[in-house]
């Protein structure tokens, strides 16, 4: 049966939004018990000579900010595996020399299951980053992460991301022999600052109320912020949402720009956003209606915007700045009289082979 408070249209994707400052701070008291030590000392005996992940969805964007924390903070090649080739086309690689990590909030997509196996079987070190240490990722992996979000109802994943985000970074920090909650301990309270400005957004998700295309843009640790607000905005408001990096914008989508077609951007400071500087001037030749969620000088600079509390290094700005997009797809769906926590046709785990 369904009571009057659950039908209340995105009543959980709004709460599970609020939660994610207080999961990072308990992420960040207690992830040695979520497996974070266990499973960096089992990759560090290992010393692999690359990293591949497997992931599905908001998981796979999760997996794209690791990939880039594990190039940039590592030194190593890392990649995003398709599930399909080593389940569909029974692609056996050797994999002696590699670490593979399954992330997913569920933990029960068949595929991902199998493709661990699999890897396992091909020599690789696997581990599971999941929110369900009782899943079959779980058991399947050597080691495994628990990314202690709580359940996630919503469909529309939202605390299960940042804190996806959060557990992988410490754990490839802790890989490289670095505490990552020192940097990262600033997080819960800007955190807890940004979702106190929801109002803004709530103007924003009204200026937003009828785009039926838009198009999200950012470069570096952010372009994971991109992909992750493009499928919320698809899957909860049905707009149709395309991400692409700053540097692949500037080859051939631009012309997609127009000042009917909203870009959201995300210009956080550091390397980034600077190499940002690149592609908002050629926004602005196509007269694009930009809204920038960034540092205040960007943000200045663009028609509307939403500003990034500072005090979060560049490689955990991600975290902070998915929530306005999480907010706007919440309200922007709410104000087309939708229901994010149940977009139509989805359910919580998607079983794709
Ligand atoms: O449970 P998983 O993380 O493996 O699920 C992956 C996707 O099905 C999931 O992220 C899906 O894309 C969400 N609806 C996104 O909000």
């Known amino acids: 049966m369904t009571s009057a408070l659950t039908s209340r249209p995105g009543r959980l994707m709004a709460a599970e939004i609020r939660e994610q400052p207080a999961i990072w701070r308990n992420l960040l008291a207690h992830g040695g018990a979520a497996g974070i030590d266990a499973a960096a000392e089992m990759i560090r005996a290992r010393r692999p000579r690359a990293v591949l992940f497997v992931a599905r969805g908001t998981s796979d964007h999760a997996a794209l900010y690791a990939k880039y924390l594990v190039e940039i903070r590592h030194g190593l090649p890392a990649g995003l595996v398709s599930p399909s080739t080593m389940t569909a086309y029974g692609a056996r690689p050797d994999l002696r020399d590699v670490l593979m990590i399954g992330v997913s909030q569920s933990g029960g997509s068949p595929d991902l299951v199998r493709s661990l196996a699999v890897a396992g079987e091909q020599g690789a070190l696997t581990v599971a980053v999941t929110n369900d240490v009782s899943s079959a990722l779980a058991r399947t992996a050597h080691a495994h992460v628990d990314v ?31 505490d990552g909650r020192v940097a990262a301990a600033p997080l819960p309270d800007l955190g807890d600052a940004l979702l106190a400005r929801a109002d803004e957004i709530v103007a924003l998700a009204q200026r937003y109320r009828f785009a039926q295309r838009m198009l999200t843009t950012a470069r570096g640790y952010s372009y994971p912020t991109a992909r992750e ?42 390397v980034g956003g600077a190499a940002m500087g690149d592609v908002l001037p050629r926004l602005a030749e196509r007269s694009a209606d930009v809204c920038c969620v960034g540092h205040p000088a960007a943000v200045a600079d663009a028609a509307v915007g939403f500003t990034l509390p500072d005090g979060a290094p560049e490689e955990l700005s991600p975290l902070l700045e998915i929530l306005p997009f999480q907010l706007l797809a919440l309200h922007v769906s709410v104000g087309r009289g939708g229901d994010p926590d149940a977009p139509r046709g989805l359910s919580k785990v998607t079983e794709t082979l």
Do not use: C, I, N
């Open 148 to 178: 202690l979000a709580g359940p996630e109802r919503s469909v529309a994943a939202t605390k299960s991301y940042t804190a996806q985000l959060l557990a992988l970074y410490l754990l490839l920090e802790r890989v490289r022999d670095v």
């Open 229 to 270: 607000a493009a499928l919320k905005l698809m899957e909860t408001s049905y707009v149709s949402a395309q991400a692409f990096s700053g540097a692949d914008l500037l080859h051939g989508p631009l012309a997609l720009v127009d000042p009917q077609v909203p870009v959201l951007a995300v210009v956080a400071s550091g």
